[in-house]
């Protein structure tokens, strides 16, 4: 999970762009509530600083006058389709995610824009910038429309959240043939409670289901990657294969510190099972 430089729009600009071409008496709703959007997107960015989202309850008219009808066509017909003037908008949230990976997962492509708090459910935020996540579509999919109610189910939010200031991320090498692996959350206990809690909550099914995610990468590289151990097992016995491993986790840990890769060497080099008896087995299978 990776924090993400939190993008600073103008909300007039976004609305007055919304309204450009706009047929009565869907206009004249949105004009009536532009200054309440405006003014619930400085709310959304205050109570997201203090952890407070959950708070919002939900909604689906702006006042009683815009309707979830008015909010939806705002963003379907006039954020994301491309000829529209707030698509420059859709493709900076897109681009804020570095080298075009999700924020939520850092393993697949950003494909889509994440609504944070689900627009379908809360719909004065449907085109507030700091709501509008770029995901892939794994991510966005899991997350659907799901809402939360206390902080501690509240995820990882990429704007607001760095959950990269500490190790948490843990993989299992599962003991049999073929050779593959679990990963868990295993925040430590220095930090403050909720933080784990959170933590791992967002990795959980309820979360992100990011061990779906990573243990079906994991089987590949850690193929990927077998022939070199051995070589180097069978050279050098277990010493010279930890050494390629941990060169591997110096690599992975300079670009973020709950890497699934560093996870996952680290697990290897954990098993005694695994230098004990498979690679001696498949060593000697070679031979
Ligand atoms: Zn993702």
Known sequence: MKKLEKPQF???????????????????RITLVKE????????????????????????????????????????????????QPNRAFYDKILALAP?????YCQQNLVKTVDHFLPKSKYVAYTVTPYNLIPACSDCNTGKLDSTFHNRVEE?????YDNFDDCVWLKAKLIEMEPVS????????????????????????????????????????????????????FQKGK?????????????????????????ALYQSIIDSEWYWNEYLPEICKGKD
């Open 155 to 159: 995820p990882f939010h990429p704007y």
């Open 181 to 232: 692996f679990q990963f868990y959350a295993d925040p430590p206990i220095d930090i403050s409670e909720e933080k784990r809690q959170r933590i791992s909550h967002s990795f959980s099914e309820q979360g992100f289901c990011l061990n779906n995610i990573y243990k079906l990468h994991a089987a590949e590289e850690y193929c990927s990657r077998e022939t070199r151990l051995k070589e180097c």
């Open 36 to 83: 309440k959007i405006k003014k619930k997107t400085e709310e959304y960015d205050e109570l997201a600083q203090h952890g407070q989202l959950h708070i919002i309850p939900e909604h689906d008219t702006i006042d009683n006058i815009a309707t979830k009808e008015d909010m939806e066509a705002l963003y379907t017909q006039r954020f994301v389709p491309k000829n």
């Open 99 to 103: 080298y075009g990976k999700c924020p």
């Open 10 to 28: 103008d909300m007039e600009t976004i609305i007055d762009n919304c309204l450009v071409h706009m047929q009565n008496p869907r206009k004249k």
């Open 238 to 262: 277990k010493e010279l294969a930890v050494e390629v491993l941990q060169d591997l986790i110096k690599d992975e840990k300079s670009i973020s510190l709950n890497s699934w890769k560093t």
